[in-house]
């Protein structure tokens, strides 16, 4: 697999995974073993649209260059290679490693039905003997036929430490299952989850289910249950929920209130976001990515000869406010690497407008504002050719809004939102500001990642751009403004 790809295009970006050509959706199959992290992903090695669905393939040793490597699953006679997981089966379960361990990929294969709109979605399995080079399918497969079921897809599996057994969580419909299995062979169904699902359009998709620490109540721990689905999210389009809650092994019970709706990220191109497995214990935490995209518009993005990018990696946790669990997402620390100090602010009055050109891409920004008596700052962040980026921080309400402002192509629609709002869970004199500007793509972390926005972005001319943070508030300051130019993972 060529390694000297053309990552120069304008919309490229310089710091996120993106395939070498043609299309990219989901992330799949992510594991960490012998010292690689794998990645692998939905995608068309013919177009640059949906369709022909492979897993292609990716290692890393940081998480953040990436060597490409040969397609890992392609078609067969059970249809096109739907999302899935990977797990490293140590204690040779299976029985496929002759007592050794290796690598076992879980995913849907997809048979498009004759005459009918849908595809007959079945849960396979595949292993590898060369830590992920070369796969060889199950003779059994599929391993839980379906029968029934129109939507029935994207298995998550993992050992259950404490019931000494895997567990898949898969998504049926407008609800989750869970199955359990000794051998990765043989699979029994325990249970099923649905929560405040029928206000969403679509079905249910690619689900997570994960054990995180809760930050700030030392040694406790809960399950995050994570699923995408398909249309009608708080930012339009597709988006993700979580639900925080026990898990036995076989059942999940939520947590949190189950009227009200956790929303992952509250940008509108977060979605079938995917936890790896196996880290390290000695790296004492959890990652996740995402395919920063929306169903709603992924095909008609104004890229060429490529298209579809995933997030970058974060590490995840959870916190308590008032009887409720949340979600915190923060970029990997291993971004440090990427990171040249250019410039720094110890304070600023926020009656001047601060302006500070950036001649670079991509950049990250950081700074902390502390919000003057009217309880509300409009902050405007990024001035640019038609780009426009801001932020308004309405204490009273608690609430936070992001908008986006740039030259649409007509050909993404209508639901391509400019406006996007969330809740702040608590309120605070000061709020933590970081963004990363890559091109195409920007993600806001608000307060230590409480709050996350991940949206695309299409300027006409990123050199354009300056930092341009202004604010109608009359007392208000900012705090430790700095600015990173970032280094490009594909030069
Ligand atoms: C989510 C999804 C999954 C499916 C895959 C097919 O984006 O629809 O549910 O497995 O894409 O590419």
Redesign the pocket.
């Known amino acids: 697999m060529p390694q000297d790809v053309d990552y120069s295009q304008k919309l490229r970006p310089q710091i996120h995974f993106s395939p070498p050509k043609n299309w990219l959706?989901?992330p799949n199959g992510l594991v960490y073993y012998k010292g690689e992290y794998h990645l692998f992903y939905?995608h068309n090695p013919t177009a640059s649209i949906?369709g022909n669905?492979h897993w292609g393939h990716a290692v890393s040793e940081d998480l953040l260059n990436w060597k490409h490597l040969d397609i890992a699953l392609k078609p067969d006679e059970y249809g096109l290679m739907?999302?899935g997981s990977a797990v490293v089966d140590h204690n040779d379960t299976s029985g496929f490693f002759d007592g050794e361990d290796g690598l076992v990929a879980i995913y849907?294969s997809?048979l498009p039905q004759k005459h009918k709109d849908y595809y007959l979605q079945q849960q396979c399995i595949a292993y590898s003997k060369d830590q992920g080079r070369t796969w060889i399918k199950y003779e059994d497969n599929p391993v839980i036929e379906n029968k029934r079921w129109k939507d029935f897809?994207?298995p998550k599996v993992f050992w259950h430490k404490e019931t000494e057994s895997w567990v898949m969580v898969v998504t049926n419909g407008k609800k989750v299952n869970f199955y359990r299995s000794d051998d990765l062979k043989n699979w029994e169904f325990t249970s099923d989850f649905a929560c405040n699902a029928f206000q969403f359009e679509g079905v249910w998709?690619?689900p997570d289910l994960i054990k995180l620490p809760v930050e700030n109540k030392a040694e406790e721990q809960e399950w995050l249950l994570q699923t995408?689905f398909q249309d009608n999210s708080l930012a339009g389009g597709s988006g993700s929920q979580y639900f925080v809650g026990e898990f036995d092994g076989y059942q999940f019970k939520n947590l949190n209130p189950d009227q009200k709706t956790f929303w992952v990220d509250y940008g509108q191109d977060f979605?079938?976001v995917q936890s790896w497995a196996n880290l390290p214990q000695s790296q004492n935490r959890e990652v996740w990515i995402a395919?920063m995209n929306n169903?709603a518009y992924s095909d008609t993005l104004p890229t060429n000869d490529w298209r579809g990018v995933l997030s970058i990696p974060r590490e995840i946790t959870l916190a308590e406010y008032n009887n409720e669990y949340y979600l915190k997402q923060k970029p990997i620390s291993e971004l440090e690497k990427l990171r040249e100090h250019d410039h720094s602010v110890k304070e600023h009055d926020i009656q001047n407008v601060f302006d500070y050109k950036i001649n670079y891409d991509p950049f990250e920004v950081k700074f902390t504002a502390e919000i003057g008596p009217r309880d509300k700052m409009d902050i405007n962040l990024i001035r640019g050719n038609n780009l426009r980026i801001s932020l308004l921080v309405d204490k009273q309400n608690k609430e936070i809004v992001l908008r986006r402002s740039f030259n649409i192509d007509s050909k993404i629609g209508k639901v391509f939102n400019d406006t996007h709002s969330a809740q702040l869970f608590e309120v605070r004199e000061k709020i933590d500001i970081q963004f990363i500007i890559d091109r195409s793509t920007l993600e806001i972390f608000i307060n230590d990642g409480e709050i996350v926005f991940s949206d695309l972005i299409f300027p006409d001319d990123i050199d354009k751009t300056i930092l341009s943070i202004e604010s109608n508030s009359e007392n208000g300051k900012l705090h430790d403004i700095e600015i990173n130019k970032l280094h490009s993972i594909w030069e």
């Open positions: 959706n989901d939905q949906w669905i739907f999302s849907t997809a897809r994207d998709e690619c995408g979605y079938a395919w169903l």
